[in-house]
């Protein structure tokens, strides 16, 4: 059946447009007499603004308390402390990562996330559980959400030694990328744990995202050493590194310099773009053709009780990280949380083109600018076609 | 008559409280005989979470788009082309500021501010219009929302020569404050602008609230000669200074040294927590006792296309912002949107107590924490006692 979605806004002013889709894909506007012969179902969009759907670029949808009992945040400002909290926490309670991460999902649908990059811990006293608990509700929602997996060492691999056998466990599960966690800082032995993380990655023909909280040189250090493995392994186009905070903490010519050469080798950024640390340099990064993706990062869990899900609210805090008050300036933060997350993970067939799926919002806004800063409830979202979610409820 | 709020949640936890509000005011539980004699209506809050009215400490109401065409920004990023292109946005378009405060004063009542204090533009342009009009917003809310006007010299007074009159004009008309701008970036001329400034406080017996966006050193120099002015006119309790994002730029030292001078003559901090800019240090300032406010700032105007009129989500700006996760953190960021900004207005009688005005929000939200990151929508305000908004809806 085709279906036809009339009035809907493309871009600010009057001009509402028509979109056509067969099969869960965009079509060019089909021949009368095709419409004559098959029929079909038409939806309007009543000067919604339409997007395509949005896409959570890093995520941690294994680990959200939504839906539970309120976690009283008491714990102490440090990675280790706070991923030691974390285990206890696991350990303590009763805590079932299919049912979160599906019910962070859609909390995230519900907003009009169609795309999300999820890392998932796996360590050695949860084992790979947290992987078949997202893979789970990946297989729940596959008719809803695309879901991406990346294997996380949240808790060290070197540092915890048997943890690369889990790794390696989760990546056999499924997981579609491989993760890792401060090679220096955390892990205190940058070159092992990058060799285990391409490792694996090379073994499974994966790709690697890994996060980096590593401040200035130090940080710059570990982008070094991952350029490095991206160039001998020729995985251009297949590394992708999380917050990045360092990219913005070296001089000005070491910022060219790493920009330059993630451009060359296709090494993704994705961001957060928290409040309270430098990020990455936008700007320079585009200019170097650097893809960058917008994450939601850990919603409501045992980390920060911050996050509702929405990436138009992310969309917002990179707009007012990077300053960006003109109309075309916000496009950037679009970019991140559309077509720049998209690409990041080489989603394929991703737009409003032709030929592209039908993952789209609408939204009460009337334009760009004022869905990200003005936060429009009640949306409704198409994923390949088909109704999801009306009006902020789950079909 | 007696209302009895019943069912309100105050804390976290499963006890609910029932209040009392006599005339607008809080009382103690009344007898039984009263009540029997005098009857009492009632009001179930179902659970719902109840906080005091919040206090926007520093906005700017006189120059909202709110609820007009979309305005698109294309404004360059500097101080002085940012007030040039409002001057021209003014003189092209018609802009009635008693329609436009009016409107982003009820945005902002509908989501449970109940004391705004707001910097209003004078010049040599449009005079004191805008704080005719606020006046009249002011006087059209009475019921409903307390407003405190600055009369901001947006423009500058010694750059604009003519502009002093305008200030005494706009005090006279009825101005609470005298309001400033960046004393050298700005002005050029530190001691010149602030003598006015001061000048004019004295002359009408009112306090000053100044806004200084000045970077370290020069900025920290500014917050010196405001001391200096606060002291030698006796001032103390009376002098806000807005944004200085210098207090957390210079050296620890000096640091200390400003939080100490600050609260020592009482002067007061308004933040807006800006997730691209350095921040006061909170905790310091706090520890000498100075009191801060936090404010949402131009909403939806020729500056800025961010912001909604939530003091709530000022809130989670603020606890990204100082990277606040614990709950007992997060109650700092609930003083600055509440107490904090009643202090700094010197509002009287402001709280839940015996005795304050029955200012209050009722919230969908199970503890204060989640009252900050989730943003819960459909709240409940009265003024004085009275439902001023129901579920969102203005009465």
Redesign the interface.
């Known amino acids: 059946m085709i279906l036809k979605v009339k009035n809907a806004r493309l871009q600010?002013g009057d001009d509402l447009a028509t979109l056509w889709v067969e099969d869960g894909v965009f079509i060019d506007t089909p021949p009368p007499e095709q419409l004559t012969k098959d029929g079909h179902e038409s939806y309007d969009a009543g000067g919604r603004l339409l997007l395509p759907g949005f896409v959570d670029g890093h995520a941690h949808i294994d680990k959200s308390l939504w839906g539970m009992d309120?976690y009283?945040?008491?714990?102490p400002?440090n990675l280790e402390a706070i991923v030691e909290n974390e285990r206890r926490f696991r350990r303590e309670n009763s805590f079932d990562s299919h049912q979160q991460s599906q019910r962070i999902s859609e909390q995230a649908l519900r907003q009009g996330t169609t795309h999300i990059r999820t890392h998932i811990d796996v360590d050695t006293e949860i084992g790979i559980a947290h992987v078949e608990g997202v893979l789970a509700t990946k297989e729940a929602l596959k008719d809803k959400i695309d879901i991406e997996l990346v294997c996380f060492p949240q808790s060290g691999m070197i540092v915890r030694p048997g943890t690369y056998d889990v790794m390696d466990a989760g990546m056999k599960a499924g997981c579609d990328l491989v993760g890792g966690i401060d090679p220096s800082t955390f892990e205190r032995d940058p070159v092992e744990h990058l060799d285990q993380v391409f490792k694996l990655a090379e073994k499974y023909g994966k790709g690697v995202d890994l996060h980096l909280h590593e401040p200035g040189e130090l940080g710059a250090f570990s982008v070094e050493l991952m350029i490095e493995r991206t160039k001998a392994l020729s995985m251009q186009g297949n590394v992708t590194i999380s917050h990045a905070f360092c990219l913005g903490e070296v001089s000005q010519e070491h910022q060219e310099k790493l920009a330059a050469d993630l451009g060359e080798n296709s090494i993704s950024i994705a961001t957060t773009?928290?409040?309270?640390r430098t990020v990455p340099p936008f700007d320079l990064l585009r200019k170097h053709g650097v893809e960058i993706t917008a994450g939601n990062d850990g919603i409501?869990d045992t980390?920060?009780?911050?996050?509702?899900g929405d990436m138009l609210q992310r969309a917002?805090?990179m707009?007012?990280?990077?300053?960006w008050?003109?109309?075309?300036e916000?496009q950037k933060a679009l970019y991140a949380i559309t077509q720049g997350g998209a690409n990041v993970m080489q989603l394929k067939d991703y737009g409003l083109e032709t030929g592209c799926k039908a993952d789209f919002v609408l939204l009460n806004s009337?334009?760009h600018?004022?869905a990200i800063?003005?936060?429009p409830?009640d949306r409704t979202v198409f994923k390949r076609g088909e109704c999801v979610v009306e009006d902020g409820v789950l079909i």
């Open positions: 600010s309120w009283e945040n008491d714990v400002r773009a928290p409040a309270n409501r980390w920060s009780p911050y996050g509702t917002m805090f707009g007012l990280k990077y300053r008050r003109k109309d075309v916000l009337r334009n600018a004022e800063v003005a936060g409830v």
